[in-house]
């Protein structure tokens, strides 16, 4: 079992430099996913090569997964992908990151760690500040993703972001209305874990109205 990062060590204080969408991406222009905690990316590699027609930007807090990442990009010459190391909070929030904000057309958080201990819920990274400024921040009809097998976990996710009026929740079989193109055909690798164990998977997918 690896160790959780704790995410509020004052290591995530400082973010690296964050490049311009033209640095990241060989054509900027094209829409923008954003997975959080996306660990060693393998779901953000299939999907940038299912879908050549998307760009997707991972942030992870395990330094060496991204270094790995990065450098798999590079050697496989993908263009339509990138990764950042850090805490996502404290990146998101950071000013520089302003036009990733502004440019996402959605956002997956799959199966995020779930800090058990309730004086460890501070840790996860939904949190009611972090959706207040999503609602500030994003464009009307970003969709957010999220998926997790632990039960109570989704409770917690699901209270925050529908307590916030400016999410609403998408019924699975409305999904094709909004002409999105789906992450979730692509199984994480903590989903295939999931799945090959035949446990249950909570997931819920909201719009920005
Ligand atoms: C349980 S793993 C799930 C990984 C992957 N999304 C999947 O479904 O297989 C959660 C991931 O989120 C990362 N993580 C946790 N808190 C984070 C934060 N605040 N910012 C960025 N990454 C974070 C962890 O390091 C870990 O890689």
New binding site residues.
């Given amino acids: 079992m690896r160790q959780?990062?704790n995410?509020l060590s004052s290591n995530f204080n400082q973010i690296e430099r964050i490049p311009s969408l033209s640095e990241m991406f060989s054509d900027s222009k094209l829409n923008l996913h954003l997975?959080?905690?996306?660990?060693a990316g393998e779901?953000l590699f299939d999907l940038a090569l299912d879908n050549t027609s998307w760009n997707y930007l991972g942030?992870?807090?395990?330094e060496k997964?991204v270094r790995n990442a990065k450098s798999k990009v590079i050697e496989r010459e993908i263009k339509n992908l990138y990764f950042v190391f850090?805490?996502?909070?404290n990146i998101l929030n950071d000013v520089q990151s302003k036009f990733i904000i502004k440019n996402l057309k959605s956002i997956s958080l799959?199966?995020?760690?779930p800090w058990f201990k309730k004086r460890h819920y501070k840790r996860r990274?939904i949190q009611s500040e972090f959706i207040d400024f999503l609602s500030n921040s994003l464009q009307k009809g970003t969709l957010i993703f999220i998926k997790t097998d632990v039960e109570d976990l989704f409770e917690y996710m699901d209270c925050i972001i529908s307590s916030n009026f400016c999410f609403q929740k998408i019924d699975k079989k409305d999904f094709n209305y909004y002409k999105s193109f789906n992450p979730n055909k692509i199984k994480?690798?903590?989903?295939k874990y999931v799945i090959l164990n035949q446990l249950d998977i909570f997931e819920r997918i909201y719009i920005k109205i």
């Fill in positions: 959780h990062v995410p997975d959080i905690g996306c660990a779901f942030i992870e807090i395990r997964l850090g805490n996502a909070n799959n199966f995020p760690d990274v994480t690798n903590r989903e």
